[in-house]
């Protein structure tokens, strides 16, 4: 299996580049209709626009939880000033989905210090906003927190299979034999959790972290559907149409010996 070490996402690149706001307007939330009106402007004009959240100016007004939501509901790829461990609870635990690299990549790192792994140099460059000690300090605080987002990141691959074997034909499951086997040792739970959709950006945009935990932890067989299900969540869509259409079902297979299928039934 690919290690963490062999990955140097883009994402990672993408986060460290939304840590200098120099040359970056940053607004207040909730925005003014005159600030709408200016960042409607630009973002006719910017495929790529990223909303700047002043996210100090923005606490007096709003709690770190609300200003996700706000930030859901205004469906913009988002970065920000600074970042507290309020922040990164309210991303964590947000009902909504929020587009931002930054905090999914402040998480992977909180979740490989966790972990005792060793952050390459581009990850460093993300402690100017949350530094070693913030994330020692948010580990201690959270540990139970921390544990969970692992654990469900694990849970990612037995709820893929589960959902590849819901998916299949009577006849392909007839000799889907391997497949049968493992799925018939997973165990879905419904109970409450401290992750939300943003689970999602963590699978994919913190790839890397996913690996890691895989590679620490190993192929889970449960999986807590109030996180993994078919709610659609993720900008219109389910869980499993997101990790099939970044392609992480079909990097979760190549985990297995390539005759464990005898077809290849991804989308």
Known sequence: ??????????????????????????????????????????????????????????????????????????????????????????????????????????????????????????????????????????????????DEVIETLRSAVPFILHKLWDGLPDDAKAVEENLSDLVSQIKPYDKPSVCGPNIARLITSGYDAFLLVINLRGLGLEFNKSVYNDKPKYFGKDLYFILNHTNVVSQVLSFFPEDFLNADYQE
């Open 1 to 146: 299996m690919e290690t963490s070490e062999a990955i140097e996402s883009s994402e990672v690149k993408e986060a460290i580049i939304e840590i200098d706001p120099e040359d970056k307007v940053c607004y207040e939330v909730p925005l003014s209709p005159q600030d709408l009106v200016a960042i409607y402007q630009v973002k006719d004009e910017d495929d790529e626009f990223v909303l700047w959240v002043d996210y100090k100016k923005s606490k007096e007004k709003l709690t770190a939880k609300h200003i996700m939501i706000y930030l859901a509901n205004t469906n913009f790829t988002t970065s920000f000033s600074s970042v507290d461990a309020d922040l990164i609870k309210a991303y964590i635990s947000s009902e909504f989905m929020v587009d931002c690299s930054l905090l999914s990549r402040i998480v992977v790192n909180i979740i490989k210090i966790k972990l005792g792994y060793t952050l390459s140099d581009a990850e460093s460059a993300l402690q100017l906003l949350f530094s070693e000690d913030d994330i020692n300090k948010f580990i201690e605080e959270n540990s139970e927190l921390v």
